[in-house]
């Protein structure tokens, strides 16, 4: 393992035991396109740290076939399921504003909110 590798693999795992520890977490993303124009989702988490502050960290950036809300949300369930991060820690989400962000009906936020709540 090269020097890179094994810094960012103690990063990581730091940013995942601090997810898995916080009892909330908020939830920021954003999408862009590289160079290459392909779509890419960058994923960062907002969590409390130990001093009653809260701390940003990034966590993956993720390419995405689509700006759709359902391949955003499904990207984004996948990222917490390979971390073992429950998704019923996510309390906000935070977005530039973008309709396939913040739609009431079909936006990643209510997609999100729509699998989170249980059916009565």
Sequence with gaps: ??????????????????????EF???IIDESTDVTVHKKLNVYV????SK???????????SVIDGKAATIVS???KLFERKKIPLN??????????AVMTGRL?????????????ST
């Design 1 to 22: 393992m090269d020097m890179l590798e094994a810094i960012n693999s103690t990063l990581e795992e730091v940013v995942d035991t601090n997810m898995n520890n916080s």
């Design 25 to 27: 977490l908020g939830l």
């Design 46 to 49: 907002k969590c409390p740290s």
């Design 52 to 62: 009653n502050t809260s701390v940003i960290h990034f966590v993956d950036c993720i």
């Design 75 to 77: 990207e984004v369930v």
């Design 89 to 98: 820690k996510l309390m906000t989400l935070a977005s530039d504003g973008a």
């Design 106 to 118: 079909n936006g990643v936020g209510a997609v999100l909110k729509k699998s989170l709540t249980p």
